[in-house]
């Protein structure tokens, strides 16, 4: 009579074991044939966007020749940052000293004024600055629209703010003048 086949390690037996294992438990799953999906609706909202980039300038008119006929000019450049197809105003107060909507500098020894203007810039890219005053030129409390800058891509963009003091104004005693005029950028 023969002796049965016994494994020389116990290694194997352990893996002869799994195996059968394996193969029952495999045999016992039912075959995926079939699918189901879902639908993952996905959304966003964007508004209308800016950064005020540049938050303090200086408009400096230099020393002043109040006797004679003629125009001082400044026009720093005020870096707003929107996204594309924002809504964008812009409008500025009428700053510490002002008599009605006249913009004023204020001598810091006395009462006397030097009055200028900030004028609405002109041009594609509000770039350009007028040379006098005309009427409604005046960047004031109504909102000047500079949405235009925007309609393409968003970005980055500068708009000049134009000063501009004309002479002669014979009532200003010598000193420095100053004033402050908050511009805000609405969106």
Known sequence: MKSPVIPKSRATAAAVALAAIAATSLSSLPARAASSTATVNVSASVNSQCNVVTSSLT??????????TGSAASNPTLRVQCNKGATVGL?????????????RMKNA????????????ATGAGFSTCPATIAAGAE????SMDVSSLWSATGGPRD????????????DASPGSYGDTVVVTVTY
């Open 91 to 103: 409008t500025a107060n009428n700053g510490l000293n002002a008599s009605g909507t006249q913009k």
């Open 59 to 68: 408009m400096g008119f230099g020393t002043v020749d109040v006797l004679a």
């Open 159 to 170: 708009i000049t703010l134009c000063g501009l003091l004309e002479t002669p104004q014979a």
């Open 109 to 120: 020894s006395n009462t006397d004024v030097l009055a200028y203007s900030i004028l609405q």
């Open 139 to 142: 960047l004031a409390a109504t």
